[in-house]
């Protein structure tokens, strides 16, 4: 066995030194010779035209196929979850700004929830207070709000 290995050694290493030997000519003596390296350029000329074209506008269409998926995209649309329950005739109900709950971080503070309250992002804690809107609670998925004096649950925007 050990014989094999040997002459294999003998066989292999000169081989092995003919083809590097062979790669590193190639790559730094080997250019050719007689071929130029550099082409020579041809100067086109091109007529510019001053007319200026109408813009013009696009709109981009974004309902093309999934290319992992292979099915066609679908927006989901967000909706809101209300509690469902009779207002009562007493009492006005609330201009509620646009709120779209993104979320919540947790951290050795507490809980803070981010939330999107007309068009502006906030980082809210428990008890805070933003645009007269009070945080009663704070969930993974969802959380409660109170607007002058009514409660609404909004669930987590995906």
């Not at 050694?9 to 000519?25: D, N």
């Not at 071929?35 to 709109?59: C, I, R, Y």
């Not at 428990?126 to 609670?137: C, G, H, M, Q, Y």
Request: glycine share 6%; with cysteine.
């Amino acid at each position: 066995m050990a014989k094999k290995s040997k002459t294999n050694i003998y066989i292999l290493l000169p081989v092995v030194i003919a083809l590097w030997g062979t790669i590193f000519y190639k790559v730094f003596w080997g250019n050719g010779g007689d071929e130029p390296l550099l082409m020579e350029v041809q100067p086109v000329n091109m007529k510019v035209s001053k007319q200026v074209e109408a813009s013009t506008d696009f709109q981009l269409k974004l309902n093309y196929a999934d290319p992992f998926l292979g099915t066609q995209y679908v927006k989901k649309k967000v909706a809101v979850a209300t509690k469902k329950s009779k207002p009562s005739r007493n009492r006005a109900l609330a201009n509620w700004p646009g709120v779209s709950y993104n979320g919540c971080i947790s951290n050795d503070k507490g809980e803070l929830a981010h939330l999107l309250i007309n068009g502006r992002t906030s980082l809210v804690a428990k008890d805070a207070i933003v645009n007269e809107i009070s945080v009663l609670e704070i969930t993974a998925d969802s959380i409660l709000l109170k607007c002058q004096s009514e409660k609404k649950w909004f669930k987590k925007f995906r």
